[in-house]
Each structure stands twice: as structure tokens, then as C-alpha cells.
């Protein structure tokens, strides 16, 4: 399994940006997809994720209405789209891929697979 994490850049507070996720080498359908996001200093966190099967998608409380996850499942692709970024939100966001179920799946340590990260720095 390889997910190829991209699309982290420098930005101001209030704007927007994308982040994509290519996976590949598993059967996307059965994954869990997330985004989790590492802030110097500070522990990996949960960010959103798209359930396996459904597609339904979850949120951290921090981010809700802000970001929205998607995917393109004929293309093994992730997406996270983050609107009216805050400073608070710089920080290396990471893809990754589990087969958990519902429960584990806002917990990194349930993860098998993760991407290199890619660095979003939001300025004041």
C-alpha cells in the first residue's frame, strides 16, 4: 500500500486550499480514508475521514464546516478541501488508510498506512 500525500503550501488566515491524497496498491472500497494533521509539539490528531463502503463522512469538531473531505473512487483519490484556514490549523497533514471499524477510525494508532505528510503553514 502507498498513499502519495500533496498540495501543502504557504497561506494567509481566511484562505483556501487542497490537499489530495493518491492511494494505491489496496482495494479502495475497503479502506477507511482520513486526513490527520501533526502541529509542532503536538500530538498526530484526527481531522476528517470518509467511512469504507459508504462514504460517509467524519469530522474533528475543530475543522467541521470548514474542511470537507471527498474522494474519487475510480481514480483511488482523497481529498481535502480547507476553507477559511486559521493560523491554528498550520500544521503537516498526513493521509492514511484503515480497514477499522467505526469506532477506531478518529484514532491514529488504527491506521496500518500513511503518506509522507505535506506542510500547511497558515499566517496571520
Known amino acids: 500500500v502507498q498513499l502519495q500525500a500533496s498540495g501543502g503550501g504557504l497561506v494567509q488566515a481566511g484562505d483556501s486550499l487542497s490537499l489530495s491524497c493518491a492511494a494505491s496498491?489496496?482495494?479502495?472500497?475497503?479502506?477507511?480514508m482520513a486526513w490527520f494533521r501533526q502541529a509542532p509539539g503536538k500530538e498526530r490528531e484526527f481531522v476528517a475521514a470518509l467511512y469504507k463502503n459508504n462514504r460517509r463522512a467524519y469530522y474533528a469538531d475543530s475543522v467541521k464546516g470548514r474542511f470537507t473531505i471527498s474522494s474519487d473512487n475510480a481514480k483511488n483519490m482523497v481529498y481535502l478541501h480547507m476553507f477559511s484556514l486559521k493560523t491554528e490549523d498550520t500544521a503537516v497533514y498526513y493521509c492514511a488508510a484503515t480497514t477499522s471499524v467505526l469506532s477506531a477510525i478518529y484514532y491514529s494508532t488504527n491506521y496500518a498506512h500513511w503518506g509522507q505528510g505535506t506542510l500547511v503553514t497558515v499566517s496571520s
Open positions: 496498491g489496496l482495494t479502495f472500497s475497503m479502506y477507511t
